[in-house]
């Protein structure tokens, strides 16, 4: 079983639609939670950071961490066809070393016109 | 502000070869990792580097390193290439304490044929 678990999609949705994209993880030490976005032949690109539990919303962006539940989320509103990419979650603390993230494998989510 | 750079872009090597990749990071960020991306594991870790020290290590064969100059700059080697090695690799930089600013490259195409 992989540390950190991800649903790799692809996840189609109509323009203007509310995307949720979610990971799981069995490392309870993990205090650090990331969002990347992933476009295609580009490195990934920071979205959102939390630190352990709670919610922080980013314009569009909304990201969820529920340690008890060792559940993360992230919500887009209004998405964009431009919102077309890769998004991973990457998390890291504890026993891993604060500068090594753990990374789920990506979701493709492909917004349509 | 100047990004993460990686040169070169794209690297088309024989097995058996070695390869050296170079990345500079975002002036002030003092610690840099590189990682493995590929498309049936994802991002792996490989190691990480701080004043010129390196911090920790993933799961690589020791075919795998890596080193830090005094101006944070970076490189990574891989010697005795095999065609398993064939993979996007990227480097981040961020300050030492701050996973806020944990900023990617655009990584380093690596061909193994």
């Known amino acids: 079983q992989k540390e950190v678990e991800q649903d790799p999609g692809p996840l189609s949705v109509p323009e203007g639609a509310i995307v949720s994209l979610n990971c799981t993880y069995s490392n309870s030490a993990f205090q650090y939670f990331m969002w990347y976005r992933q476009y295609s032949r580009k490195g990934p690109e920071l979205l959102m950071y939390t630190y352990s539990s709670g919610n922080k919303e980013d314009g569009r962006f909304t990201a969820q961490v529920d340690k008890s539940s060792k559940y993360i989320s992230l919500f887009i509103r209004d998405s964009q066809p431009s919102d077309s990419a890769t998004y991973l979650c990457?998390?890291?603390?504890?026993?891993?070393?604060?500068?090594?993230?753990?990374f789920g494998t990506g979701t493709r989510l492909l917004v349509s016109p | 502000k100047a990004g993460v750079t990686q040169t070169p872009r794209y690297l088309i090597k024989t097995r058996g070869q070695q390869v050296t990749l170079s990345c500079s990071p975002i002036s002030g960020h003092r610690s840099v990792s590189w990682y493995q991306q590929t498309p049936g594991q994802g991002l792996q870790f490989l190691f990480e580097?701080?004043?010129?020290?390196?911090?920790n290590k993933g799961n690589f064969p020791g075919r795998f390193s890596g080193r830090q100059f005094s101006n944070s700059r970076s490189e990574m080697n891989v010697s005795t290439l095999e065609l398993g090695d064939s993979a996007l690799y990227l480097c981040a930089s961020s300050q030492p304490e701050a996973l806020s600013g944990y900023t990617f490259g655009s990584g380093t195409r690596l061909t193994v044929v």
């Open positions: 990457a998390m890291s603390g504890g026993n891993t070393g604060f500068q090594k993230l753990v």
């Open positions: 580097y701080f004043s010129e020290t390196q911090r």
